[in-house]
């Protein structure tokens, strides 16, 4: 627990302590909200002395826009993204799990973060396979095998709730080594271990085992619990993954979401294929039909395999008779935005109201809110492609939701161009 | 607290109408042909006496409902209506006096909407297969991003869903634009109801209902078309609850290659990045990767333990 | 606040109350029609839609047949309304079974306004007719002190500065129920008057009218013609002018009535005059409806239990005063805390807890209004606190009886009052005893039996 706080309480706060020690000027937390962010020097007051609304527009905008160009410099080399990807979590169930200094226990929270984790995973890598090993007393077990659906792993996970023993880092990389050993060469292996003891208990030499892993090309990250330790950091440079420690909850949170985008491919890492796949459709409500995977008769719902038409009640999976991979394409369809981003736009001032000579466009293309009141610093932003013009928020929500600029998408000669482009 | 305020029955319909003179102009012809007894075909004008008073009473059932309407032709779309600049447009024309008429509006954007279409469209070569399908994925878009700046105006607005009125058939073109549309309005949790005019069933739009939890339907009787749409459309999100609507008849997932933009229910996915192509390939040209192995069928093989 | 819905209501119950000739005549008015329309609850709304445009009569199983096993109430509730408002005609048909039907008249109004759009009750003026129209945001805040000051006036008619042209005794009945009259001192509001402020715009508008066309048979005004002229007023176009010509003298002495309210600004040109409809008219039928009012909230409060209210209104600082204590005022900002001394005060005035937190949650500053929850909770559990802390003490009527002339006397007594039950406190020293009010005839009796 102190561990933890004095971690966090950095720099300036420090004097704060110092004076609360001195007994003189105590502050409550309420005070210090307002001491420390000085609210009231960014207070407007217009000619009639009226308190004016603080407009954070703008700057909530340049935020975006840094956010958005570098996102665009790093993946503008086209970098290949591992959108396959055959992952295990390793959770530690060690006699350190139970610490508290995690409310109510590392452990709780971990789950908690996990079943999170599984969700985002699912819907960030469509068609991406996970499985969950825990260590306790000193052995790895598999808790789940590889698999697609989130609730059945989540369901295996709280089922299986207690901590006792010590941690063995090798048992489990090699447990885990074992199976994902049998993946398939177009995925992405990788283990992310959710470590929270301070050591580890092996049976042999470790870098054996991170030498074998690192021939398998798995790819192991390791979020820490409780202090950095040199043999993750070791494991982590090895293999190609990444290594951070948590500080309290909301940052263990975060760090373990940021296992969920898929990773840039390095191109040895995984073989390139193409694997033929089905698309199938889903049936109407009512019909009865002959399913193919529980081998009887079912009410309703259910996909027709494309090629031999048979019917199965879940996606994805494999036809039980033809063999055919299937998917629900709009699953595939969730990544698509990744490969074809949009453009930033170009960033526009609205010219001086005495100045006219300009033309000047009156409202935002997407949404039809008007471009000269909408935010006081007058910006705007256009298309570079078909040069239609909207407002920031529009830009924001262009970029980060929809991912399809209206402007384009309602010509339908710019299509053809853009078509051609890709 | 933003849940509690949704019980309302307020809504924001926005309504995307298919007015593409491809679909309505083989209509036409498809009446003079086959001469009577053709409930499934419908003339553009009598379209729109069904619509305009499903969008009248839109307005009708609540003083604080809205609509927009968005028409979608043969090269554009575009706004031609929203009932929100009523009051303001209308005084600043000069009031004429009369009553905001939504009928009149409409006709009268709509008219200038179609003329600037076909201008728009001179440029073009007149590839009459690819204009002949609807521009979803424009109007979809135009739709989200006004859907969006009502949400942004503050935690008491109407509750905002889509209604899609198309007749022309998909473009498998704009495949990946149509489904970023759809998640994004999964995401902000914006149904989008379906009502399929044309002769064939949309792939496009069973999905986009399917996913958002929005209402599909083809009617089987296009001149009752009003009753159709009063009866299921007209339904406000918080009655939905309430009521029987249409079954979903089934969902086409089929999706749309990258190479040549057919409409495929098998090909092959690239394992990097997911893209779909109808035939085998040496090299992804979405993500450049080189494919080694150009025949691994079934992923089995590798898998078994 | 519940109270809203419950008199937003209550004025559609009073059309419902009319006799079944009087409302079928109400329905030849399509704004009738329509404001009926909107009053509905959602499903019963869709369910007179539905049947718009079908002649023949509905089985009633059939309409069963539309809804889910869990809507079924709802659909009860919806066509109960629709009964009751004559909008659906109930019919048995030969088989026995009830079938329903639209109400002729209305839907031929409402079929008209769907295919032919709809039209306006009467033609604005134009515009070089009428001169200095005012703009838009001048029509609100004339309606908003219009309003504010007779809010003003009702509670306590000495901080006004201008008085509305109400006459005395129609004041006194609006007063009536809100305020209480004391002598030689101005009156005090009632717990339904403090109920009164702290409830939205649009139901103490209702509250008002509701008052106002009750009382107007007294002042030789049809009920029926005051319902449909408000109704139809709020489909007049806001910020036009119309001709006061074109009402009949009943209307126009109620315009003046209604201009006192803030709902409609009356204007002179050098010939004619006219009435510009503002928001609050416009909005009348909307509030009929369960939707409540869309407003924006100004009130941001702390864990310090300090308040800040981004407005501009006196009105708003005399509500706020009603609970704490007001300690700055700026142009638009006015600073308060909420303390226990003020609170007190506020639940001696008959203010409960629950309001004083759900007035402060609704009219919560949009910066807060997204936050859960939009009042601290530390607030509001020591607002219900100190509510409780009033509570401790529960006040009993009592007797004390001393100066007994002997011991057994004094004993026979305690036994006496003890059996009964209304024995609270004996100390048999000092030979007294308290007893419970309602029983001080028994025990007069019983002493003097003793004697």
């Known amino acids: 627990m102190s561990n933890n706080n004095d971690g966090r309480r950095r720099g300036d706060e420090d004097e704060e302590d110092e004076e609360e020690e001195g007994g003189e000027v105590a502050m409550e937390a309420w005070e210090r909200a307002y001491a420390d962010e000085r609210s009231w020097e960014s207070l407007q007051e217009d000619e009639s002395g009226l308190l004016r609304p603080i407009d954070n527009k703008a700057i909530h905008h340049a935020h975006y826009r840094r956010r958005l160009l570098l996102h665009q410099s790093a993946s503008s080399l086209r970098i290949q993204k591992g959108l396959i990807r055959y992952l295990y979590i390793v959770i530690d169930l060690s006699r350190a799990a139970a610490e508290t200094d995690f409310r109510p226990s590392r452990m709780a929270v971990v789950a908690k973060c996990v079943e999170a984790f599984i969700k985002e995973f699912f819907d960030q890598n469509p068609l991406s396979h996970v499985g969950i090993v825990i260590i306790k007393d000193g052995i790895a077990q598999r808790l789940t095998d590889l698999g697609g659906s989130p609730e059945l792993q989540i369901k295996a996970l709280m089922g299986k709730l207690e901590c006792s023993g010590d941690s063995s880092l090798q048992n489990a990389l090699d447990l885990v080594h074992g199976f994902l050993n049998q993946s398939p060469s177009y995925g992405h292996r990788e283990v992310l271990i959710l470590y929270s003891a301070l050591s580890t208990c092996d049976p042999g030499d470790i870098m054996e085992t991170i030498e074998k892993c690192k021939k398998s090309k798995i790819r192991c990250s390791v979020v820490g619990l409780s202090a950095e330790i040199y043999i993750c950091k070791h494991l982590c440079e090895e293999t190609g993954g990444e290594y951070s420690v948590a500080l309290d909850e909301s940052h263990f949170k975060e760090l373990l979401l940021e296992h969920a985008p898929p990773p840039p491919a390095l191109a040895e890492y995984a073989i390139a294929n193409l694997i033929k796949m089905g698309f199938p459709q889903r049936g109407a409500e009512g019909v009865i039909s002959l399913c193919s995977c529980h081998k009887e008769a079912k009410f309703g719902g259910g996909y027709t395999c494309p090629r031999c038409k048979a019917r199965v009640c879940e996606l994805p999976t494999e036809c039980r008779i033809c063999g055919l991979t299937l998917v629900s394409s709009p699953h595939l369809a969730r990544s698509y ?82 078509a051609m482009k890709t | 607290m933003a849940s509690k305020l949704y019980t309302d029955d307020v809504s924001l319909v926005v309504v995307l109408l298919d007015v593409n003179p491809f679909f309505w102009g083989g209509a036409l012809k498809k009446t003079t042909t086959t001469t009577t007894n053709s409930p499934s075909v419908l003339s553009f004008s009598n379209f729109l006496n069904h619509v305009l008073p499903f969008l009248n009473s839109i307005l009708l059932l609540n003083q604080l409902n809205q609509v927009v309407v968005i028409a979608s032709g043969a090269n554009t779309c575009g706004y031609i209506y929203d009932s929100s600049e009523t009051n303001t447009s209308e005084a600043g024309v000069g009031g004429s006096g009369r009553m905001p008429d939504l009928c009149e509006r409409v006709l009268g954007s709509l008219e200038e909407f179609v003329v600037n279409d076909q201008r728009t469209g001179w440029g073009a070569d007149p590839t009459a297969a690819n204009a002949a399908s609807g521009m979803l994925s424009g109007s979809l878009s135009l739709a989200l991003c006004y859907i969006q700046r009502v949400v942004r105006g503050g935690l008491l607005h109407p509750q905002p869903r889509i209604l899609c009125v198309q ?67 007209a339904t406000d999100l918080h009655s939905r609850n309430f009521i029987q609507l249409p079954k979903p008849v089934g969902v086409d997932f089929r999706a ?26 040496k090299k992804c040209s979405t993500c450049g990767s080189e494919f080694n192995h150009p025949h691994l069928e079934p992923i089995s093989t590798s898998e078994q333990k | 606040m519940p109270q809203v819905r419950i008199l937003a209501k209550n004025f559609m119950d009073m059309v419902a109350a009319l006799p079944a000739t009087k409302l079928d005549k109400l329905y030849e008015n399509p704004f009738i029609c329509e404001a009926v329309l909107r009053s509905l609850p959602p499903l019963a709304k869709k369910y007179a839609l539905q049947l718009l445009f079908i002649d023949s009569p509905i089985s009633a199983k059939t309409m069963e047949g539309w809804v889910l096993a869990d809507g079924i109430s709802k659909h009860r509730v919806a066509i109960d309304r629709l009964l009751q408002l004559r ?74 500065e201008k008085l509305t042209s109400f006459s005395a005794s129609m004041m006194k009945f609006f007063q009536r129920g809100l305020l209480s009259p004391r002598e030689n001192e101005a009156p005090k509001l009632t717990e339904n008057g403090f109920q009164f402020l702290l409830m939205d715009t649009n139901a103490q508008l209702w509250y008002i009218i509701r008052e106002y066309i009750s009382t107007a048979e007294g002042r030789g005004v049809e009920q029926m013609d005051l319902i449909s002229f408000l109704l139809e007023l709020s489909f007049h176009t806001m910020g036009e002018a119309y ?101 007190y005060n506020a639940f001696e005035n008959g203010i409960t807890s629950d309001q004083i937190i759900s007035f402060l949650q609704e009219n919560a500053h949009p910066r807060v209004a997204e936050r859960i929850p939009a009042v601290p909770e530390n607030v509001t559990d020591q607002i219900r606190l100190w509510e409780n802390d009033r509570n401790r003490v529960e006040m009993a009527l009592a007797h004390v009886y001393e100066d007994f002339p002997s011991k057994e006397v004094f004993e026979a007594t ?19 005893l308290v007893i419970r009010g309602e029983y001080h005839q028994d025990m007069k009796d019983f002493l003097r039996r003793q004697k």
């Open chain 2, 256 to 281: 749309s290659c990258f190479c040549h933009k057919k409409t495929i229910d098998m090909g092959y996915v690239c394992s990097v990045c997911l893209s779909i192509f109808c035939k085998q390939h």
């Open chain 3, 414 to 432: 305690c036994d006496f009052a003890r059996d009964m039950g209304g024995l609270l406190w004996e100390d048999t020293d000092k030979k007294r």
């Open chain 3, 243 to 343: 001709n006061l010509n074109t009402l009949t003298d009943i209307q126009r002495s109620v315009i003046k009535d209604l201009a006192n309210l803030g709902l409609v600004k009356l204007q002179q040109g050098r010939k004619e005059s006219w009435f510009i409809p503002t928001k609050l008219a416009t909005n009348l039928s909307v509030s009929l409806s369960d939707s409540s009012a869309r407003k924006q909230g100004f009130v941001v409060v702390e864990t310090n239990f300090r308040m800040y209210s981004y407005s501009t209104s006196k009105l708003h600082c005399e509500i706020l005063r009603l609970f704490s204590r007001i300690e700055y005022q700026l142009p638009n900002l006015i600073v308060g805390a909420i303390t226990k001394e003020s609170l």
């Open chain 2, 167 to 233: 007749g022309s058939p998909d473009g498998p073109e704009q495949y990946v634009a149509v489904m970023n549309s759809i998640f994004s309005a999964q995401r902000s949790m914006v149904p989008i109801d379906s009502c399929v005019i044309g002769v064939q069933h949309s792939a496009f739009l069973q999905q986009a209902s399917y996913i958002t939890g929005g209402v599909y339907l083809k009617p089987q009787q296009l001149d009752g078309l009003f009753q159709y749409l009063s009866m299921v459309f």
């Open chain 1, 337 to 418: 935005h990744h490969l074809f981003p949009i453009m930033p736009f170009d960033e526009m001032q609205h010219a001086l109201p005495g100045n006219l000579s300009q033309k000047q466009p009156q409202t935002c293309f997407g949404c039809r809110q008007s471009l000269s009141h909408g935010s006081t610093s007058g910006l705007y932003v256009s298309c570079p492609n078909c040069s239609q013009y909207f407002c920031l928020d529009c830009d924001i929500y262009i970029h980060e939701s929809l991912h399809n600029c209206p402007g384009c998408e309602s010509l339908r000669n710019t299509k053809a161009v853009d």
């Open chain 3, 87 to 160: 909008v659906f005609l109930e019919e048995i048909d030969r088989k026995k079974e009830s079938t329903y039907k639209l109400n002729p008249k209305f839907q031929g109004n409402i079929q008209k306004y769907l295919v032919y759009g709809g039209s306006l009750p009467r033609q604005p003026m134009p515009s070089n007719v009428t001169v200095r129209l005012p703009t838009s945001v001048d029509l609100e805040t004339y309606a908003l002190e219009q309003w504010e000051g007779f809010l003003l006036q009702l509670i306590s008619s000495s901080q006004v």
